[in-house]
């Protein structure tokens, strides 16, 4: 049976306990992650539902159509310590194609997806953790499949970027993707999507750390 959209929004994703590195560890081998366009479909309507779970809406049943994601990973500051409290966004097209925005979906209302949240949050906590249940992004006309990601503390943003699927062949074709010229930035924000293992649905798993590159002002 499937755990339950209360299982997968209160506990989150279980990951081996050596995921989590130690704070600070590796911090030289560190690349920046590289800020990019927030895009011109930020919602500018947020659902009711803001959850980290985008598969299934408040108590609906009826999940989105796509291939089920567990999106994991770390926001770090600078020095590679793990950032507490950040409020970290995400928002992506549903699998027909249609951000979950007026100026996108009021044009496209056939094809939109209902059954798509099209935007979460979720609040790391002390190791720096997030986790999403998402699809896998497809491909929107003139892009290559991708999710925008925005991190927050308090009032402040730290940083928007967006994540991208390693080997996809649109990636060579897309300008934002390729307008990061560093190799090793451009491979941080390229992610692999992995089969689940023992997944009777197929579900797959995917890893985007976050490094930003300043240590934020604790309060």
């Not at 600070?24 to 803001?50: C, H, N, S």
Request: charged share 25%.
């Amino acid at each position: 049976m499937s755990p339950s959209r209360r299982n997968f929004v209160a506990a989150g994703f279980a990951l081996p306990a050596a995921y989590w590195l130690v704070p600070g560890a590796f911090a030289e081998d560190l690349t920046k992650t590289p800020k990019q366009t927030e895009g011109p479909f930020y919602p500018d309507k947020l659902p009711l539902d803001t959850d980290n779970d985008l598969i299934l809406i408040n108590d609906k049943l009826t999940p989105a159509v796509g291939e089920i994601t567990h999106l994991t990973g770390k926001i770090l500051d600078a020095k590679g310590n793990p950032l507490k409290g950040a409020v970290v966004e995400i928002w992506q097209c549903d699998g027909n194609g249609v951000y979950l925005h007026t100026g996108d979906s009021g044009e496209k209302q056939k094809q939109q997806d209902k059954n798509f949240q099209g935007f979460g949050r979720f609040l790391t906590g002390k190791s720096g953790e997030y986790y999403f249940r998402t699809i896998k992004p497809v491909t929107y006309p003139g892009r290559t499949p991708h999710i925008h990601f925005k991190v927050k503390q308090g009032k402040k943003e730290l940083l928007v970027t967006q994540m991208y699927v390693a080997g996809h062949a649109g990636n060579e074709k897309d300008g934002i993707w390729r307008s990061v010229t560093d190799k090793k930035a451009r491979e941080s924000i390229t992610v692999e999507f992995a089969k689940m293992k023992e997944s009777k649905l197929g579900e797959l798993t995917a890893n985007f750390d976050i490094v930003l590159g300043v240590t934020p002002e604790m309060d």
